[in-house]
């Protein structure tokens, strides 16, 4: 079965109380910003780049990374290390066949403060959400449990 490679931002504000989310047209639910990785990126920066177009805020990776392995920067160089990863079928549609997105996802941090832009063609809109307020979304179950596990209760 044909394969992509997506990856997704779970942005969270700073004191971890909300998380950044869109509402996607297409499947009609929210989501945390996220999309595929273009031939000349990394997915790490694929992350920060779907959330800057789908919301308009600048983020930056959560600096999460279980394993230093002081390469020299020159020749090689560690990457952001996603805190997940997952299989997702994606069924059938004008736009494509049945595909399987292989799904890094990223734990990234920015200002809730700053102003959101929803990009048209795909975001309905988008918010920031606190950890009850996303248990009331039409989102995801791994959304729920990121923000089970991430989100600090206010």
């Given at each position: ?85 997952a299989a997702q079928l994606i069924p ?11 799904d890094m996802m990223y734990l990234l ?44 209760d206010l």
């Open positions: 079965m044909k394969k992509q490679f997506t990856a997704t931002g779970y942005v969270v504000n700073l004191d971890r109380t909300r998380m950044l989310m869109i509402f996607h047209q297409g499947l009609q639910r929210w989501l945390p910003p996220g999309g595929h990785v273009d031939p000349d990126e990394f997915p790490s920066d694929t992350a920060l780049r779907e959330v800057f177009e789908e919301t308009g805020i600048h983020v930056r990776h959560s600096g999460h990374n279980p394993l230093e392995m002081g390469l020299n920067g020159t020749t090689e160089s560690q990457l952001p290390t996603p805190f997940a990863m059938e549609s004008h736009k494509d066949i049945e595909h399987i997105h292989m941090e920015a200002d809730d403060t700053a102003p959101l832009t929803a990009q048209e063609q795909e975001v309905d809109d988008v918010g920031w959400f606190t950890r009850y307020q996303l248990e009331q979304l039409t989102t995801t179950d791994s959304v729920r449990a990121f923000a089970r596990e991430h989100l600090l």
